[in-house]
């Protein structure tokens, strides 16, 4: 176990987590909660897949349909959070991202990884959230025009382990990700 007072191995432990969650379904961190903020000011959260972690660049990815309500929030205001907690390690991870939407040309590689079953997740028809008559009167053809990536750059992460005493840091890219302890 690393020194509990190293702010640089307490970061490095929570990208480590990341990492492993975009690599490995059955990870807790695979599955982080996604909050956007809608054009009307409604605060929404959804759990997304997480498909990449790159502590280099502080980078986080997740796939999306570009119809989703969450593409429609990034457009009008690119920032989300994301928020993942791991029972085992007893670790919050929470991240607030600027968001880039990804499409086309600059998804094609993204989208070649993506299982044959799961490519229906883009394209569901009526749109994402529209009034269906009946629990099955929806289609889900893929349709890759549809798919996205969503680039999240991280611009603070916070992360609080729980412990006998616990552990609580901010981090800010814009001070080079030195970190600061905070009270948990």
């Known amino acids: 176990m690393s020194d509990p007072g190293d702010l640089n191995a307490f970061l490095a ?10 690599a490995d379904a059955k990870s807790p961190a695979r599955y982080p909660v996604f909050a956007t903020v809608s ?9 997304v897949a997480l498909r990449r972690a790159s ?16 593409v429609t929030a990034l457009r009008a205001q690119p920032v989300a959070a994301l928020h993942v907690w791991l ?23 993204a989208w070649e990884q993506v299982p044959p079953r799961s ?6 028809e009526p749109l994402p959230g529209q009034p269906i008559e009946n629990v099955h009167a929806y289609e889900k053809p893929p349709n890759r025009d549809r798919f996205a990536v969503l680039r999240c ?17 901010g981090y800010i890219r814009d001070d080079a990700w030195q970190g600061q302890w905070l009270a948990p």
Request: proline share 6%; hydrophobic share 35%; charged share 25%.
């Open 13 to 22: 432990e929570a990208w480590q987590h990341l990492r492993r969650g975009a």
């Open 39 to 47: 054009p009307e000011g409604v605060p929404e959260a959804r759990t």
């Open 55 to 70: 502590p280099t660049g502080a980078i986080l990815e997740v796939h999306t349909d570009t119809e989703t309500p969450k």
């Open 153 to 169: 750059h991280a611009t603070h992460i916070d992360l609080v382990h729980l412990d006998d005493v616990h552990r609580r840091a």
């Open 119 to 124: 490519r229906v997740s883009y394209g569901t």
């Open 87 to 109: 029972p085992r390690a007893r670790l919050q991870i929470r991240v607030t991202a600027e968001v880039e939407i990804l499409t086309g040309a600059a998804v094609a590689e």
